[in-house]
């Protein structure tokens, strides 16, 4: 339960920003692969920086619990983040994930080691993500 008033305007503003991107989501169709049969249900999240509020990306996240990190072949949009996953390929490095707003380091990038897959770090701290049905 949210005590702070201040907070509740914040989920209320991040609230009209997602259904403000529900248009861009609509036609998008989940990926599936060994990697959703591995962890379960896939569901689209819309992430948004938390100290702006600015939205970062639409992610599909496969199987329950906390976001703890992004593989770069799972994010749906912006078309320019979900091109870093062809980047990182070809210059075997890749920049951290910023709020474009703000600047806030989102995460940081890593190879996510058991699946040797290209990923995002995310600090948790300054991100909400909220599920897109």
């Known amino acids: 339960m949210i005590n702070n008033p201040m907070e509740k305007n914040k989920d209320k503003e991040i609230d009209v920003l997602a259904l403000e991107i529900h248009d861009k989501i609509k036609g998008l169709k989940m990926i599936y692969n060994t990697y959703t049969k591995k962890r379960g249900a896939p569901k689209l999240l819309n992430i948004f920086c938390k100290k702006c509020l600015a939205y970062v990306m639409t992610y599909q996240k496969d ?26 390929v070809k210059r075997g490095k890749n920049t951290s994930l910023d709020c474009k707003s703000c600047s806030t380091i989102i995460g940081t990038p890593i190879i996510y080691k058991p699946e040797n897959r290209p990923a995002y770090h995310m600090i948790y701290e300054h991100f909400n993500a909220i599920n897109y049905d």
């Open 63 to 88: 199987g329950p619990g906390k976001l703890l990190r992004c593989y770069l072949d799972r994010i749906r949009l912006p078309l320019d983040l979900q091109k870093r996953q062809f980047e990182y």
